[in-house]
T-cell receptor, first 116, second 116 residues
Framework: AQKVTQAQTEISVVEKEDVTLDCVYETRDTTYYLFWYKQPPSGELVFLIRRNSFDEQNEISGRYSWNFQKSTSSFNFTITASQVVDSAVYFC?????????????FGKGTKLSVIP | DARVTQTPRDKVTEMGQEVTMRCQPI?????VFWYRQTMMQGLELLAYFRNRAPLDDSGMPKDRFSAEMPDATLATLKIQPSEPRDSAVYFCASGLGTSSSYNEQFFGPGTRLTVL
């Protein structure tokens, strides 16, 4: 069975601080996909990144970076120089590659509050 | 800028009434998902379709929930009769999936359902 754990329920940081959101996953599959979504106070879910299990390169996009560590089954998300607009709930999700399998398993989310 | 649209955005109804939520997936996407989000359970997958055919609806209470795709541009989720415990935000998402590849899901703005 697949499982995604986001151990941090809530995090508060002061603007301009760096913050890392943790994500640990469990799967028996050797091929799988990992995702991060952002849910701002307005409620919509915004796709941030997808990573497949064969690509362990870390990725940077502006102030966002992702650290994929297959050895520890982790896919952590770091925001550098946080801003108030980063305040949101962030979800990590997992999807395996089984034939006909398209569903995502979501973690419970981490609520990030960036204080001005 | 292609987006998933959902109607209504907010719905307040009384217990026992029928509720129908609608979703228009992004044009060209062949997979459609329905999720429910509550504080207690987080994001739960209710059902999903590929090429308009239902692939999995095991997350849905069968006695009162039904999901359909009358055509490629419309997905519906119906609750009859509604109960207070159905109060939640219901998200529709669409994506482009094939048997050998999978892309990210794009979410609609959600329908906030309140059953009194």
């Amino acid at each position: 069975a697949q499982k995604v754990t986001q151990a941090q329920t809530e995090i508060s940081v002061v603007e301009k601080e760096d913050v890392t959101l943790d994500c640990v996953y469990e799967t028996r599959d050797t091929t799988y996909y990992l995702f991060w979504y952002k849910q701002p106070p307005s409620g919509e879910l915004v796709f941030l990144i997808r990573r497949n299990s064969f690509d362990e390169q870390n990725e940077i996009s502006g102030r966002y970076s992702w650290n994929f560590q297959k050895s520890t089954s982790s896919f952590n998300f770091t925001i550098t120089a946080s801003q108030v607009v980063d305040s949101a709930v962030y979800f990590c999700a997992l999807r395996d590659s089984g034939a006909g399998s398209y569903q995502l398993t979501f973690g419970k989310g981490t609520k990030l509050s960036v204080i001005p | 800028d292609a987006r998933v649209t959902q109607t209504p955005r907010d719905k307040v109804t009384e217990m026992g009434q029928e509720v129908t939520m609608r979703c228009q997936p992004i044009l060209g996407h062949n997979t459609v998902f329905w999720y429910r989000q509550t504080m207690m359970q987080g994001l739960e997958l209710l059902a999903y379709f590929r090429n308009r055919a239902p692939l999995d609806d095991s997350g849905m209470p069968k006695d009162r929930f039904s999901a359909e795709m009358p055509d490629a541009t419309l997905a519906t989720l119906k609750i009859q009769p509604s109960e207070p415990r159905d109060s939640a935000v219901y998200f529709c998402a669409s994506g482009l999936g094939t048997s050998s590849s999978y892309n990210e899901q794009f979410f609609g703005p959600g329908t906030r359902l309140t059953v009194l």
